[in-house]
């Protein structure tokens, strides 16, 4: 199955994630199909880009999105 989820980068205590699509036997970190976006929870005000174009696209096809990833594409939409 295609997930949309998220994959951690950045340093030690400083995390930088990238919303990514998938396969869901895929490791938290293992290769990726599309990036479809990004997100760092460290910043002042939480940096969250995201392709609302792509992701629908994925959606369509029945990728299934993560629950922390439904929850960022809800504020996203609002």
């Known amino acids: 199955m295609t997930m ?3 994959t ?3 340093r030690k ?3 930088f994630y990238r919303i ?3 396969d869901s036997r895929k490791r938290r970190d293992g290769g990726w ?3 479809i976006g990004h997100y760092n929870p ?7 880009t995201l392709d609302m174009e792509r992701l629908n696209y994925w959606v ?12 960022l594409a809800g504020k996203q939409q609002s």
């Open 60 to 71: 369509s096809v029945g990728a299934q999105m993560s629950p922390t990833v439904k929850r």
């Open 4 to 6: 949309i989820r998220m």
């Open 20 to 22: 990514v699509v998938t």
């Open 42 to 48: 460290v910043s002042v005000n939480k940096e969250l």
């Open 8 to 10: 951690r980068m950045g």
């Open 33 to 35: 199909i599309e990036a």
């Open 13 to 15: 205590k400083k995390p």
